[in-house]
C-alpha cells in the first residue's frame, strides 16, 4: 500500500492477556518507530528500528513491552499480561531514513484493556 | 531534547489566516523545526519543517525568527478540515552521533475552526 498499515485497528484485551500489534511500513523505508498515545495526551516514543535492528528502546515502559521486525520490514509490538494502564493508542511511523525525511504516520492500533 | 512551548488551544473563523506561535530558546544549531498535526482518530501528519529561512508548501507557511528561538505555523485560509492538534517539534536530524531522528511530541496546539 501508499501509507503505513497498522493492524488490527482496533483491540479489546482482557487484562493478564497478551497481544500482539502489527505494522506495515512503506515499503522500503529504512527507520520504523513505535509510539504509544494516551487519550488527551501528545505520541510518546517507545523504540526505533533501522532495518532490523533495533537501536534505541528507551520508551519500553517495562519488560511487557517488546518489539522485533526480524526481516528489516514488518514490525511487531508485543505487549505481554496487559494491564489496564496499557490502554492507549499504538502508533508506528516509517521514514527512508535520510536526513530531513518526513516521518509517515499509521492511523494506529487502539488497545483497550477491560 | 530541546522543548517547545505552545499555547493548548487556539480558535478561528473558517477562511481566516490563523497564526499558530511556538516559543523554542533552548533551540540548537543542528536542530530543525518540524511541525506536524493530528486530526481527530488519526494518525499524526507532516505539515512542514525548516532550518533557518521561512518555508511555504501547499499546506501552510512557516515563519522563523532570527534568532531561530521561535517559529509561527501560518494556515492561509482556514477550513473545517484543518481543526487538529498541531505540534511543533525540534527535531536532529537522524544519522549523526548515533541519533535516530525521533520525533518528541508536547502536548500540542488545538486549533477550533469556527463556521
Request: hydrophobic share 30%; with cysteine.
Amino acid at each position: 500500500g501508499a501509507g503505513v498499515s497498522q493492524s488490527p485497528r482496533y483491540k479489546v484485551a482482557k487484562r493478564g492477556q497478551d497481544v500482539a500489534l502489527r505494522c506495515d511500513p512503506i515499503s522500503g523505508h529504512v527507520s520504523l518507530f513505535w509510539y504509544q498515545q494516551a487519550l488527551g495526551q501528545g505520541p510518546e516514543f517507545l523504540t526505533y528500528f533501522q532495518n532490523e535492528a533495533q537501536l534505541d528502546k528507551s520508551g519500553l515502559p517495562s519488560d511487557r513491552f517488546f518489539a522485533e521486525r526480524p526481516e528489516g520490514s514488518v514490525s511487531t509490538l508485543k505487549i505481554q499480561r496487559t494491564q489496564q494502564e496499557d490502554s492507549a493508542v499504538y502508533l508506528c511511523a516509517s521514514s527512508s531514513g535520510l536526513s530531513g525525511n518526513t516521518i509517515y504516520f499509521g492511523e494506529g492500533s487502539w488497545l483497550t484493556v477491560v | 531534547d530541546a522543548k517547545t512551548t505552545q499555547p493548548n488551544s487556539m480558535e478561528s473563523n473558517e477562511e481566516e489566516p490563523v497564526h499558530l506561535p511556538c516559543n523554542h530558546s533552548t533551540i540548537s544549531g543542528t536542530d530543525y523545526i518540524h511541525w506536524y498535526r493530528q486530526l481527530p482518530s488519526q494518525g499524526p501528519e507532516y505539515v512542514i519543517h525548516g532550518l533557518t529561512s521561512n518555508v511555504n508548501n501547499r499546506m501552510a507557511s512557516l515563519a522563523i525568527a532570527e534568532d531561530r528561538k521561535s517559529s509561527t505555523l501560518i494556515l492561509h485560509r482556514a477550513t473545517l478540515r484543518d481543526a487538529a492538534v498541531y505540534y511543533c517539534i525540534l527535531r536532529d536530524p537522524p544519522g549523526g552521533s548515533g541519533n535516530t531522528g525521533k520525533l518528541i511530541f508536547g502536548q500540542g496546539t488545538t486549533l477550533q475552526v469556527k463556521p
